[in-house]
């Protein structure tokens, strides 16, 4: 019966042990690469620039979806795309705004995205940009960026 129990007990502790622990940016361990887990529709949490909050100004003057996603079509390279969905002020016609990423290295992702000339916050919309990666799990994903000499803090989830 000891047996049994330790044979149960054991796995089940460290099962727990390694879904628990986590480091600064995502779990100790995942089994879903960094690329999946950023793969997924985000929404701004919070919102910080040059340490104001300006999480309410982001939603009121741009709320916009952020899609990262992946595809690979068959026999061509992969695409890494980035759409923003759901943009306040976005003028009446205009397409959704979007482009393309890429992991730079294993903590940042260059951003390239062609908004058309839609204004939004800081690097979103914006071009070219650099966001490093702060956090990054299946449900949270943080990032900062230096975009015109401003220091932006992004809390998606």
């Given at each position: 019966m000891k047996k049994i129990k330790r044979q149960i007990?054991?796995?089940?502790?460290?099962?727990?042990?390694?879904?628990?622990?986590?480091?600064?940016?995502?779990p100790a361990i995942s089994f879903r690469s960094k690329t999946s887990r950023?793969?997924?529709?985000w929404n701004v949490d919070n919102l910080k620039i040059d340490?104001?909050?300006s999480t309410q100004r982001y939603k009121d003057n741009c709320g916009c979806c952020i899609t990262l996603d992946y595809i690979k079509p068959h026999g061509d390279l992969p695409q890494?795309?980035?759409?923003?969905?759901?943009?306040?002020?976005l003028p009446t016609g205009w397409n959704v705004p979007f482009g393309n990423w890429s992991?730079?290295?294993?903590?940042?992702?260059?951003?390239?995205?062609?908004g058309g000339g839609y204004k939004g916050?800081?690097?979103?919309?914006?071009?070219?940009?650099?966001?490093?990666?702060?956090r990054l799990t299946h449900d949270e994903f943080w990032f900062n960026s230096n975009f015109n000499g401003k220091e932006y803090d992004f809390k998606l989830k």
């Open positions: 007990l054991y796995p089940l502790i460290l099962l727990l042990f390694f879904t628990t622990c986590k480091y600064e940016d995502g950023l793969c997924n529709d340490g104001i909050d890494r795309r980035i759409f923003l969905y759901g943009c306040k002020n992991l730079y290295t294993d903590k940042n992702i260059d951003i390239s995205i062609d916050i800081g690097p979103i919309c914006h071009g070219n940009s650099t966001w490093n990666i702060l």
